[in-house]
């Protein structure tokens, strides 16, 4: 539904956005993730068409955005940063203005109006003026407004920026049951957002795409995805960690942290250890040798390390100094 | 078809929005009542003993310059300052249908202050026995003059986010082109010596091409001319607002 190839924006001479290319498919979610300043929003606003790109092209079912933009934007649903909307309309006269200017007319008008007022939880003030609403309603509105023409492609700047941890379940349960039958991308600063809802992720900094895979695939590039955490009983660190490290596969353990009996490790696999390999075998020999445990899982690896490891490369170094 | 569907709706929503605060109706009384004050106390409507209109439509062109650009300031100017410009402009319409909406609802909302001056054309009416068609020719300049200025506010609303500062630069600009055609500054060019000027600055004012529409003279030069400037300023509005989104 959406093809992007080596999109590029300048401001003068910053390169916002430098040689982006990705592709989203109908079904798919895709979270946008990056630093401040990374070109997130910059990319989001020369795909939905509100700025001309410097170099490159846009295709929003295969209608080119700057040579064909009105049937490109007419598939497109967009939620810009911060839920902008005008301010002195009420919510019910904003919807209907955003309805009619998506063609919308008559009883399908009211029809588009009302869904969307229902899904979004907008009924207690749809003759309220928009000013007066908090950020949360305020926030919905606009949401509502981007899917008043049921549109094949979504595009959502940070949709739960400002939105209070029930609004917030409910937007992404939104999110990822419109994913079913829509393209949808959406930025966020959010990473467990990314974990919950995206069939894919992409990680931009400085403007260029650095990572681009499932959320699964992303945190395996984590430093200690693979690893095994484990909690025995009654265990010096030393004798625990010789015990762990005379397994083959084990590539070396360290200590986490001790409590009283209890003490932590973490169990690094030589090379890749494949399907809980590694935590199969460990569990053989707490069995054999009848050691008491009371913790025993893979490391997934998490996205925030990732994130970091791969936006900030200088200062995840100097934190393990 | 589609076209004029959205240019009407756009429209409709910026009169809805102009009305839903008291702003309007403020605006209106004031330029009503500074209308009465001209005629009538300095353009001395009574006292001419003139069935004519001549001592209310010669204030025009002052009394425009500021009452438009407080019409037209918020036109672009506040879609900067709210971002709600990127939601217009993401939506499936032309840029030009959005500034022309606009334009057309700012331009209905100084038509209808224009028109609620009818009183003093029944006075004139009622005290003597005016020639309608010159009453119609002045009100028909006057809208012409006043959509002039609404566009060079659209124009200059369309530069920034501030109001204040639109306002500003819209005054600034009207007031010069209605000084480069008054008596005043082409005397002073004249004196200069400048002859060929004169004219050449003077063909630029509202004031030499509203003279003859007040007078009910309807020449095809002047319409074009407001026409022109018109056009003019509104598509140097797309131009400046496409500039600002490529940044």
């Given at each position: 539904?959406?093809?992007?190839?080596?999109?590029?924006?300048?401001?003068?001479?910053?390169?916002?956005?430098?040689?982006?290319?990705?592709?989203?498919?109908?079904?798919?979610?895709?979270?946008?993730?990056?630093?401040?300043?990374?070109?997130?929003?910059?990319?989001m606003?020369?795909?939905t068409?509100f700025?001309?790109?410097?170099?490159?092209?846009?295709?929003?079912?295969?209608?080119?955005?700057?040579?064909?933009?009105?049937?490109?934007?007419?598939?497109i649903g967009y939620l810009p940063?911060?839920?902008?909307?005008?301010?002195?309309?009420?919510?019910?006269?904003?919807?209907?203005?955003?309805?009619?200017?998506?063609?919308?007319?008559?009883?399908?008008?009211?029809?588009?109006?009302?869904?969307?007022?229902?899904?979004?939880?907008?009924?207690?003030?749809?003759?309220?003026?928009?000013?007066?609403?908090?950020?949360?309603?305020?926030?919905?509105?606009?949401?509502?407004?981007s899917?008043?023409?049921?549109?094949?492609?979504l595009i959502m700047?940070?949709?739960?920026?400002?939105?209070?941890?029930?609004?917030?379940?409910?937007?992404?349960?939104?999110?990822?049951?419109?994913?079913?039958?829509?393209?949808?991308?959406?930025?966020?600063?959010?990473?467990?957002?990314?974990?919950?809802?995206?069939?894919?992720?992409?990680?931009?900094?400085?403007?260029?795409?650095?990572?681009?895979?499932?959320?699964?695939?992303?945190?395996?590039?984590?430093?200690?995805?693979?690893?095994?955490?484990?909690?025995?009983?009654?265990?010096?660190?030393?004798?625990?960690?010789?015990?762990?490290?005379?397994?083959?596969?084990?590539?070396?353990?360290?200590?986490?942290?001790?409590?009283?009996?209890?003490?932590?490790?973490?169990?690094?696999?030589?090379?890749?250890?494949?399907?809980?390999?590694?935590?199969?075998?460990?569990?053989?020999?707490?069995?054999?040798?009848?050691?008491?445990?009371?913790?025993?899982?893979?490391?997934?690896?998490?996205?925030?390390?990732?994130?970091?490891?791969?936006?900030?490369?200088?200062?995840?170094?100097?934190?393990?100094? | 078809?589609?076209?004029?569907?959205?240019?009407?709706?756009?429209?409709?929503?910026?009169?809805?929005?102009?009305?839903?605060?008291?702003?309007?109706?403020?605006?209106?009384?004031?330029?009503?009542?500074?209308?009465?004050?001209?005629?009538?106390?300095?353009?001395?409507?009574?006292?001419?003993?003139?069935?004519?209109?001549?001592?209310?439509?010669?204030?025009?062109?002052?009394?425009?310059?500021?009452?438009?650009?407080?019409?037209?300031?918020?036109?672009?100017?506040?879609?900067?300052?709210?971002?709600?410009?990127e939601l217009?402009?993401t939506?499936?319409?032309?840029?030009?249908?959005?500034?022309?909406?606009?334009?057309?609802?700012?331009?209905?909302?100084?038509?209808?202050?224009?028109?609620?001056?009818?009183?003093?054309?029944?006075?004139?009416?009622?005290?003597?026995?005016?020639?309608?068609?010159?009453?119609?020719?002045?009100?028909?300049?006057?809208?012409?003059?006043?959509?002039?200025?609404?566009?060079?506010?659209?124009?200059?609303?369309?530069?920034?986010?501030?109001?204040?500062?639109?306002?500003?630069?819209?005054?600034?600009?009207?007031?010069?082109?209605?000084?480069?055609?008054?008596?005043?500054?082409?005397?002073?060019?004249?004196?200069?010596?400048?002859?060929?000027?004169?004219?050449?600055?003077?063909?630029?004012?509202?004031?030499?091409?509203?003279?003859?529409?007040?007078?009910?003279?309807?020449?095809?030069?002047?319409?074009?001319?407001?026409?022109?400037?018109?056009?003019?300023?509104?598509?140097?509005?797309?131009?400046?607002?496409?500039?600002?989104?490529?940044?």
């Open positions: 539904m959406i093809t992007v190839e080596n999109l590029s924006k300048s401001f003068g001479p910053k390169k916002a956005v430098d040689g982006v290319s990705f592709k989203v498919e109908r079904g798919e979610v895709l979270g946008f993730l990056g630093p401040n300043g990374a070109g997130k929003s910059t990319t606003r020369m795909v068409g700025i001309p790109p410097s170099e490159g092209s846009v295709k929003v079912g295969g209608f080119d955005m700057l040579e064909n933009p009105l049937p490109a934007k007419r598939l940063e911060n839920a902008p909307a005008y301010s002195d309309m009420t919510v019910l006269g904003f919807l209907n203005f955003a309805a009619e200017l998506r063609g919308l007319r008559g009883e399908n008008r009211k029809k588009a109006v009302d869904r969307v007022i229902d899904m979004c939880f907008l009924e207690s003030v749809v003759h309220q003026s928009i000013e007066t609403l908090s950020k949360g309603y305020r926030h919905r509105t606009c949401f509502a407004q899917i008043l023409h049921d549109p094949d492609v700047d940070e949709p739960t920026d400002g939105l209070d941890p029930n609004q917030k379940h409910e937007v992404r349960n939104l999110i990822r049951r419109m994913g079913e039958k829509k393209a949808i991308i959406f930025s966020t600063h959010i990473l467990e957002e990314v974990e919950a809802v995206c069939s894919r992720a992409i990680i931009i900094d400085r403007g260029r795409i650095v990572a681009n895979g499932t959320p699964a695939q992303l945190k395996q590039r984590s430093a200690h995805a693979g690893s095994v955490s484990v909690c025995v009983r009654d265990l010096t660190p030393e004798v625990a960690r010789q015990k762990f490290e005379q397994i083959a596969s084990v590539r070396s353990a360290t200590v986490l942290r001790q409590e009283k009996t209890r003490l932590w490790l973490r169990v690094l696999p030589k090379g890749e250890s494949q399907n809980g390999e590694l935590a199969r075998s460990i569990a053989e020999l707490l069995v054999k040798e009848r050691l008491g445990f009371e913790e025993l899982h893979t490391e997934e690896g998490r996205l925030d390390e990732v994130f970091r490891a791969i936006t900030r490369p200088e200062t995840l170094r100097e934190e393990q100094k | 078809m589609n076209t004029w569907a959205n240019i009407k709706t756009i429209t409709k929503r910026e009169l809805t929005g102009y009305f839903a605060s008291p702003v309007a109706y403020v605006f209106i009384v004031v330029f009503l009542l500074m209308c009465g004050f001209f005629t009538f106390m300095l353009g001395r409507l009574i006292e001419r003993g003139e069935a004519s209109l001549a001592a209310f439509f010669m204030w025009h062109p002052w009394l425009y310059l500021f009452f438009v650009p407080a019409v037209g300031m918020r036109l672009w100017a506040e879609e900067r300052r709210l971002g709600t410009l217009l402009f939506m499936p319409i032309t840029a030009w249908q959005a500034i022309l909406g606009k334009f057309l609802a700012s331009w209905l909302f100084l038509a209808l202050a224009l028109a609620l001056t009818f009183p003093i054309a029944l006075t004139v009416n009622y005290l003597g026995d005016p020639d309608n068609g010159v009453i119609l020719g002045g009100y028909f300049g006057s809208l012409l003059l006043a959509g002039s200025y609404l566009a060079i506010t659209s124009l200059t609303s369309s530069m920034t986010r501030n109001q204040v500062v639109s306002f500003i630069i819209a005054v600034v600009v009207c007031l010069f082109l209605v000084l480069c055609g008054f008596p005043p500054v082409t005397e002073l060019l004249t004196r200069m010596e400048w002859p060929g000027l004169v004219s050449f600055v003077a063909s630029f004012s509202f004031m030499t091409h509203f003279e003859g529409l007040q007078k009910g003279v309807l020449d095809s030069r002047d319409v074009v001319f407001f026409l022109s400037v018109i056009g003019f300023s509104l598509f140097a509005t797309g131009v400046i607002l496409r500039a600002h989104r490529a940044g």
